[in-house]
């Protein structure tokens, strides 16, 4: 199994444009999570989805932040305009069925916006 | 609102020797999981170990071992036989059922093995 897939890896842009990050889960998993971490909030939660469905998306920071999962082998996190208090690292991850199973994470985007 | 707290910012032990992170949750509700992650410099977030409200026994993971004692709400990490690639960063998480199911961690441990 390839595990969670992330990409980019890395995003270095500039103040005002899109950017969009890109998850693959884990093949029959139902559950997707989006979250970001930095030094001074540490890992939070932006949004999650069941069967593609967006279940709570309350962690969202504001309205220039969108997720979709347009179908169970994608997702994507879209910033717009992005900003530099944006610059973080987003991890996307995924579970399978029981919501007390393990989550497994991707490898994460490290986003820098200047 | 459903809380983790990690008092301690980074640690230090000796290699081979044994280790315990703190982890202190709050939550009113029965029924939740309680769960350790690594991060090492890396930056990937390794799952370790889970440890569910209702279990009576503790958790145990090859060299990690979780002390779960439901009455102070502590749900501290052990590890044993401390070794260099140990040194990472540590997070303690809660997924609570009522919440959906979503993780709330903590800020973190640092950890760091000197040979």
């Known amino acids: 199994d390839a595990g969670v897939i992330q990409s980019p890896r890395h995003e270095v842009t500039e103040m005002g444009q899109e950017v969009t990050l890109r998850c693959k889960p884990i093949s029959g998993h139902d559950y997707l999570f989006w979250y970001r971490q930095t030094m001074m909030r540490g890992l939070e939660l932006l949004i999650y989805f069941n069967n593609n469905v967006p279940i709570d998306d309350s962690g969202m920071p504001e309205d220039r932040f969108s997720a979709k999962m347009p179908n169970a082998s994608f997702s994507t996190l879209k910033i717009q305009p992005s900003e530099p208090r944006d610059s973080a690292v987003y991890f996307c991850a995924s579970v399978q069925g029981n919501i007390y199973n393990e989550q497994f994470f991707g490898p994460g985007t490290r986003l820098t916006v200047l | 609102a459903q809380k983790i707290t990690q008092t301690q910012p980074g640690m230090f032990v000796q290699e081979k020797e044994a280790v315990t992170l703190d982890c202190t949750y709050d939550?009113?509700?029965?029924?939740?999981?309680l769960f350790w992650y690594k991060q090492p410099s890396s930056g990937e977030m390794i799952f370790l170990i889970y440890q569910g409200s209702y279990d009576e026994q503790n958790a145990t993971e090859g060299r990690y071992s979780l002390n779960f004692q439901k009455a102070r709400k502590s749900a501290n990490l052990v590890i044993s036989a401390s070794q260099l690639g140990d040194s990472a960063m540590y997070f303690c998480?809660?997924?609570?059922?009522?919440?959906?199911?979503?993780?709330?961690f903590g800020q973190g441990t640092e950890l760091s093995v000197k040979p």
């Open positions: 939550t009113s509700d029965q029924s939740y999981g």
């Open positions: 998480a809660m997924r609570d059922y009522n919440q959906g199911g979503k993780l709330i």
